[in-house]
């Protein structure tokens, strides 16, 4: 494998890596490093003191990164008198002057701060680790999530859409970047190199993702598809090692099958939206006979609504199975007015349709285990999809196909027959 053609290479020029700053032994405590990295003015005084701290706290352990954590949230957290004072003087006269005071009188140190560490060469993607330790720590420490407000303010910027790169994933990418497929795959399991194979190389099998020019060597999310002449029934279908491969003239059915967020530091920064949307476009500009863009999804929380309902039964028909996933998908809501399934919700605010159920769709230990081997697809209609979203943004309105409708009415009809 090699990476001829690969926009790794392009990239790697285009955004040199600047220069590599000399270690220098430095013991001081990482919150001394940080308070001089505040008030430094020069580029190399501050890019030096920057290496230091990300150095630094790639040494700590699970306590020391507690208390780093504490004095961001602490220490560095908003001064609430500075901005009264400078609400009240941009309120009495607002000037440009006294709006850039309240502008920065309103932005914690800990931004300032965040954003000198990431001047440091390499450092985006150690700043996406170092969040993905605060959320860890976040969840014994709830102070700390003052902090994540701002890591998530700075990354919805830094990782806006207007700055990845969309590339196509294949057998001659990276042997690095396959690697981290393998390694990223969150829905269906690749077991191996011959696996992996199976997924990307042949010409009815695509993977996309998306990249950031800081870290072009990291996927960030990535979206596995399968070109089929018709809507598969399921999973083992396409994962088939001895399937018959389908030529691209073929096709007319496009499938989602695997969806993976690769970055646990992004959490909450929504890429996977973004990702259809740019997929199907290109697909539609390259293979114009494609005419049905479709998931096919697992329902990774059915079993468990199942169980807290008295409704989890080893007897229950494939019938019967299908019509208690239309309700789990359609009928239950959190407290927002969203489907409880994660994957339902994230689906259905893109502008998908909730179009068919299959048993036996999943038959993996993890299939078995989480939905009773029960998948769903979601169709995106290319004519309705704005419409869709719109629907489901303002009034939570979730759409479904007839099939769908059917599957409803007979849940209504069976819960007014047990009543």
């Known amino acids: 494998m090699t990476s001829s053609g690969f926009f790794h290479d392009i990239l790697s020029s285009v955004f040199d890596k600047r220069f590599t700053l000399r270690r220098i032994a430095d013991e001081r405590p990482i919150e001394e490093l940080c308070r001089e990295l505040l008030t430094s003015r020069g580029e190399v005084s501050a890019s030096r003191l920057g290496q230091l701290v990300l150095d630094r706290f790639d040494t700590l352990d699970e306590e020391g990164q507690h208390q780093f954590f504490c004095f961001l949230t602490d220490e560095l957290d908003l001064q609430t008198e500075e901005v009264a004072s400078a609400a009240k003087s941009y309120e009495e006269e607002r000037t440009s002057e006294n709006f850039e005071k309240l502008m920065q009188a309103a932005e914690p140190l800990r931004q300032v701060l965040l954003r000198r560490l990431n001047q440091v060469p390499n450092a985006t993607v150690r700043l996406v680790r170092m969040r993905e330790a605060l959320l860890k720590l976040s969840k014994k420490d709830s102070s700390l999530k003052r ?6 303010h700075l990354f919805a910027s830094w990782f806006n859409r207007g700055f990845l790169v969309l590339r196509r994933i294949d057998w001659q990418s990276p042997a690095q970047i396959l690697q981290k497929i393998i390694q990223y795959e969150a829905v269906h399991e ?6 992996l194979q199976r997924r990307v190389h042949p010409e ?15 996927p960030l999310i990535f979206v596995e598809v399968a070109l089929c002449d ?3 029934a399921s999973v083992q279908e396409i994962l088939s090692d001895n399937r018959d491969v389908l030529e691209q003239e073929l096709a007319n059915t496009a499938v989602f099958y695997s969806i993976s967020n690769c970055q646990k530091g992004l959490a909450g920064i929504s890429f996977g939206n973004s990702l259809i949307k740019q997929v199907v476009q290109d697909l539609k500009a390259e293979l114009p006979e494609i005419s049905t863009f479709i998931t096919l999804s697992p329902l990774p929380r059915f079993n468990r609504w199942l169980e807290e309902n008295d409704l989890l039964s080893e007897e229950h028909t494939d019938d019967e199975l299908k019509v208690l996933a239309a309700r789990y998908l359609h009928e239950p809501k959190d407290r927002n007015g969203n489907p409880l399934d994660p994957v339902a919700k994230f689906h259905l605010n893109n502008g998908a349709i909730i179009h068919q159920l299959h048993a036996n769709a999943d038959i993996s230990a993890k299939g078995k285990q989480q939905s009773s081997g029960v998948m769903v697809n979601y169709l995106y209609d290319l004519k309705s999809v704005e419409q869709n979203h719109e629907e ?9 196909s007839k099939a769908i409708s ?3 009415a007979k849940s209504k009809t069976k819960q007014k027959a047990g009543a």
């Open 190 to 195: 690749i077991d191996d190199w011959d696996d």
């Open 204 to 218: 009815d099998r695509h993977c996309y993702a998306f990249f950031h020019p800081s870290m072009p060597d990291e």
């Open 147 to 152: 902090t994540d407000v701002d890591f998530q």
């Open 392 to 400: 489901y943004a303002e009034r939570q309105n979730i759409v479904v």
């Open 406 to 408: 059917n599957l409803l």
């Open 230 to 232: 018709s809507v598969p």
